[in-house]
């Protein structure tokens, strides 16, 4: 994980169309060996990430993930497998 990840275990919950009244629920977040959030991430209360998957700058994930996966925009969706070898940044122009 890299700065400004933001991983939230508490989310609020209306009642009498009201959040204020709602109160709040708390879930936990899980992450698998071998994930890498990038800057500026967010995941919901309640996700699993699963292991080796790779989650882009600005991402929103708010579903579980499956395993050695690349993720990205808001909400989080699947782009692809990742690819063994090379580095991320040389496989930079394969996400856009």
Known sequence: ???????STLQHTFLNNSVAQGGSTAAPVLVG???WIA????VKCGVTIA??????????VT???DEN???????????GPVKQGGDV??????LS
């Open 1 to 7: 994980m890299v700065p400004y990840v933001t991983i």
């Open 33 to 35: 060996k071998g994930t």
């Open 39 to 42: 800057a500026h991430a967010a």
């Open 51 to 60: 292991s080796g998957n790779l989650i882009a700058a600005n991402a929103f």
């Open 63 to 65: 579903k579980d993930t």
């Open 69 to 79: 996966c690349v993720y990205g925009g808001v909400p989080a969706k699947k782009i």
């Open 89 to 94: 940044f040389h496989r930079r122009n394969e």
